[in-house]
Nanobody, 119 residues
Framework: QLQASGGGLVRAGGSLTLSCAAS????????LGWFRQVPGKEREKLSC????????YYVDSVKGRFTITSSSAENAVYLRMDDLRPDDTAVYYC??????????????WGKGTQVTVSS
């Protein structure tokens, strides 16, 4: 299972780090991704890191502002978010898929954590 945390209220230009604790599966053989969703809109892929190769991927809208990292010692993945904007406001989810970063058919999902960015 996955447990996301770290959301909150922050002013535009500020930073937050989200955490996602993993348990119950072979963390080293999974890719971990972050998504977000605004009510009434489709869930948006943000970033993914493959634990098999350590490669990280980002969508253009967060590239250069968000950083994904993974810790095998802690069985956790993190999303450092800098230079936050009001349109980053959403519920953020972590998810895991066996193998590589495809971010299509995720095997596990965590409950979301709310991030609100005020202007």
């Amino acid at each position: 299972q996955l447990q996301a945390s770290g959301g909150g209220l922050v002013r535009a230009g500020g930073s937050l780090t989200l955490s996602c604790a993993a348990s119950g599966f072979d963390f080293a053989n999974y890719a971990l991704g972050w998504f977000r969703q605004v009510p009434g809109k489709e869930r948006e892929k943000l970033s993914c890191i493959g634990n098999r190769d350590g490669r990280a991927y980002y969508v253009d809208s967060v590239k250069g502002r968000f950083t994904i990292t993974s810790s095998s010692a802690e069985n956790a993945v993190y999303l450092r978010m800098d230079d936050l904007r009001p349109d980053d406001t959403a519920v953020y989810y972590c998810a895991a898929e066996r193998g590589w970063c495809h971010m299509r058919n995720m095997d596990y999902w965590g409950k979301g954590t709310q991030v609100t960015v005020s202007s």
